[in-house]
């Protein structure tokens, strides 16, 4: 008990966003201390990069060199790489915090999808053990999510969060500090750019990799179009499919937004279906709250305004949805000593 008690004065909490695209770590007292994507570089079985020099590394390897993304759809994918990625994030993680001593042995606070199997929550678990925790709980990422943009999770009325994440899309009405209804679809930034290499391949006979297919999403996309919009165009630079040689070809941002249009539709309908379940009572607070967007598929161009148009609710994106989770765990990890009673 009382040594309990001493590793407690002298370590610190974390709360960690582990993302399909990207971790971000946050400290007790400090903020946001890490984020980076969720990339690890592997030559002869060990880490050589992780994080951001790991992502520029990708699809750029010579032989013997691989750029692994451990986490897929929401979930670990590869336990032993997620384990290395993130002791790493940790690690780095000390190094830009003052009192280097208190993260030894930390507690640590790790958001999830909704929803993800006893087996896949016990190899979250797992890896944050083996990466250096001395505690760990999970914590509901749209509840983080809801949280972190400052929706008023513990009062009886209806909240919808909409967090849409490289590998999934969590949807979720909270009221009275609970998850009242909730949806999670395989569908993000990731589904998006790879609609992007297979309209480039389809139309163009060109080759290009899910990074420059994610620069195009940014640079052009959008879910939400009308005469008013403004046609805006990108350079692709690839592979052509039948010389073998690179090309350069010009794309346009209507036809990326018909390239996208099937990921954002079954966004659309995890919405639907979420408000369809709701009791009437808290659709009725929906009404006058809206839905806030988090994570960075919130960033693509008239999402909000499409979310808006087809439920007829206000809908807004969170000020740095890219932030949300990890700032809602930083909140939390205040109720962490009653946390299996009441998380927040
Ligand atoms: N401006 C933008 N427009 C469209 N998409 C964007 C923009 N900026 C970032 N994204 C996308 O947001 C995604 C990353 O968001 P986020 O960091 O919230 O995901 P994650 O939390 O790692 O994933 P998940 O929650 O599914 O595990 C990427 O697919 C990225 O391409
Ligand atoms: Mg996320």
Partial sequence: MLLQ???????TDIGIDLGTANCLVFV??????LSEPSYVAIKNGEPIAVGEEA??????TPIGLTVERPMKI?????????ELMLRSFIQKAKTKVVARRRLIKPRILVAVPTGITEVERRAVMDCAEKAGAREIRLIDEPMAAAVGVGLPVAEPTGSMIVDIGGGTTEVAVISLSGIVESKSVPVGGDTMDKAIVEHMKRLYNLAIGERTAEEIKIAVGSAYLDEKSEEMTTEVRGRDLITGLPKT????S???HNALDSSVTEILLAVHSTLEKCPP???SDLIRHGITLAGGGALLRGLARRISEVTGLFARVAEDPLLAVAKGTG????YLDNMESDPY
């Fill in 5 to 11: 008690k001493a590793a407690r004065f002298f370590s």
């Fill in 74 to 82: 929401g979930v670990i994918a590869d336990i032993r790489i997620t």
């Fill in 281 to 283: 009572e808290l659709a």
């Fill in 28 to 33: 007790k007292g400090q903020g946001i201390v």
């Fill in 254 to 256: 209507k036809e990326i």
């Fill in 331 to 334: 909140d939390i990890l205040n």
């Fill in 249 to 252: 070809i010009t794309v346009s």
């Fill in 55 to 60: 992502k520029r590394m990708a699809a750029r």
